[in-house]
């Protein structure tokens, strides 16, 4: 049939790299992307100014949360082919354990990528992926063509 | 001799300081604007450097969330009547709209109930001075009297 969706076109790393870099606050926390095959890896390298428990020390919270919003947008500009950057609706995160002051690491999954909306689901984690200090459920708003059209 | 001061007036006085002990805080500039029993304001300004939308120059989203997990906190811990260790069980932020270009973004947190393990906390980000058009809405949970204690996160994990 003549309206299939197209296959998304592969985004390589240069391509996702430049819609990254151009997003200021993802500079600001220094989080950078791995992609290998279709496996993206968003990585946060430690720095002082992170830390949101000085006493521990441990992570803030709501870096561990914006390092996860970031890797979901990443993943679902990657799964869509690259348009324009979805926006947030909603996230729902469960902090499992506190971030030490090192490394760390996400990884999501587009569990659907709809018209308009996807649901998606992150972990981070630092020693061991199997035992993530934190995970994330949301929902993102896709901003293709088509949906623009519709709400204009 | 022991402060019968309630906590929460405690960290009204401290104010400043609640932000300059937080690194990840001080880096997005925050400022407190009150602490009252269970309740707390906190304000960051828009930044170039925490723009998430190149294109609308809007706020980066996670820069919201920080503000609003760390105001949460801060109303958790004004509803104590000494202070403990506590951690984030669990944050669920609903982003209604962007908030405007260059406007500052104020959080206000109200720790409603607290049990002897679990602080409930609700807060609003808001763009302006109306009330009925918040940008974001947070539920959080934390665990009150864990046992972090100082320095157990240098130690590598068992």
Redesign the interface.
């Known amino acids: 049939m003549s309206d299939a969706p197209a296959t998304p076109t592969r985004v390589n790393l240069s391509e996702l790299s430049t819609m990254f870099q ?4 993802a ?3 220094g989080v950078q992307l791995e992609l290998k095959g279709d496996e993206l890896t968003a990585i946060l390298p430690f720095k ?11 992570l ?4 561990v ?3 996860m ?2 890797t979901a947008v990443a993943q679902i500009f990657l799964a869509q082919g690259g348009k ?2 979805p ?9 499992l354990r ?1 971030g ?2 090192i490394d760390t690491y996400a990884r999501a999954h587009v569990t659907k990528l709809g018209r308009r909306i996807a649901n998606v689901r992150v972990e981070a984690w630092q ?1 061991d992926r199997a035992d993530p200090i934190a995970a994330l459920h949301g929902h993102f708003l896709l901003k293709s063509d088509e949906a623009e059209a519709e709400t204009n | 001799m022991r402060d019968d001061t309630p906590l929460w007036q405690r960290m009204a006085t401290a104010g400043a300081m609640m932000i300059q ?7 997005l500039g925050m400022r407190v604007v009150s602490i009252t029993e269970a309740r707390a304001v906190v304000e960051v300004d828009w930044r ?8 609308t120059g809007v ?5 919201v ?6 105001t949460c ?1 801060v109303a958790a811990f004004a509803a104590l009547s000494e202070p403990m ?1 506590t ?9 209604m709209r ?1 908030a405007k270009k260059g406007a500052t973004i104020r959080a206000e947190a109200h720790c409603y109930r607290m049990t002897k393990t679990v602080a409930f906390v609700r807060a609003f980000a808001f763009d302006g001075a109306d009330e009925t058009d918040p940008v974001a809405a947070a539920q959080a949970a934390f665990m009150m009297g864990t046992s ?1 204690r ?5 130690r590598p ?1 068992k």
């Open positions: 151009a997003v200021p606050y500079k600001f926390l002082d100014d992170l830390i949101g428990n000085p006493m521990l020390p441990a803030h919270g709501g870096v949360g914006a390092l919003e970031l324009k950057i926006k947030v609706i909603d996230i729902s995160i469960d902090y506190s030490r002051p020693f | 002990g937080t690194p990840q805080a001080r880096a170039e450097d925490l723009v998430g939308d190149p294109e706020i980066a989203s996670g820069v969330t920080t503000l609003l997990d760390n906190g260790s951690a984030t069980l669990d944050l669920r932020i609903d982003y962007p972090g100082m320095g157990k996160n240098r994990p």
